[in-house]
């Protein structure tokens, strides 16, 4: 059987835009709705379908949750999981063996890296990059650049002030940052 011609065929009935850069390997791009796009390789080789989609960069901070979050995910994951490159980007990554490569195979696992990337991309911002994202929000409301691609991250940024606004509030309470509220008797709170 000519796996090579069928991911290419699986790929023209799907209408999913690729690129062929050397035999047996298909870049190919998964256009969604939070990942505006994630790229795909299809790589044939001997004895298997080598998938790896690219998911994000490795999280700026809140390494442990946003670790276990993935793992988490990795138990109930159709055909990729995810998985780290040497510098500690995260990747959606599987294997086909070549018995199973059909055009409805490649369609189910192509739909599965679609769904995982475009799904959960929001979320693993939110664990890995929030501080990032309310930078990014705060220079854009300061500039009146648009906030549109941010919008899915609203929620961040109104807890992010939400928190400092009740920072302040306990600060006052206890009568922290300031000399009012406080006792003029030593010792006394």
């Known amino acids: 059987m ?21 035999p047996g390997a298909f870049l190919v791009k998964l256009p ?54 040497a510098v500690g ?21 192509l739909g599965c890296v679609l769904t995982y990337a475009d799904e959960w991309f929001d979320r693993a911002l939110e664990l890995g990059f929030a501080s990032s994202i309310r930078r990014e929000w705060d220079w854009r409301v300061k500039r009146g650049e648009s906030l549109a691609n941010l919008r899915a991250f609203e929620g961040i940024v109104a807890r992010s002030r939400s928190e400092v606004a009740g920072g302040r509030e306990a600060e006052r309470d206890r009568g922290e940052g300031g000399d009012e509220g406080r006792s003029a008797t030593p010792g006394r709170p």
């Open 2 to 22: 000519d796996h090579e011609a069928v991911v290419e065929s699986a790929l023209k009935a799907a209408e999913i835009p690729y690129e062929q850069p050397r």
């Open 32 to 85: 969604g709705q939070h990942k505006l796009a994630t790229m795909t390789w299809l790589t044939v080789s001997d004895r298997a379908l080598h998938v790896e989609a690219f998911f994000c960069r490795q999280p700026d901070e809140n390494h442990v949750e946003f670790y276990r979050w993935l793992l988490s995910k990795n138990g109930s994951m159709y055909g990729v999981h995810f998985a780290l490159d």
């Open 89 to 109: 980007d995260v990747h959606l990554v599987g294997h086909l063996p070549l018995a199973s490569v059909s055009e409805d195979e490649i369609d189910r696992l």
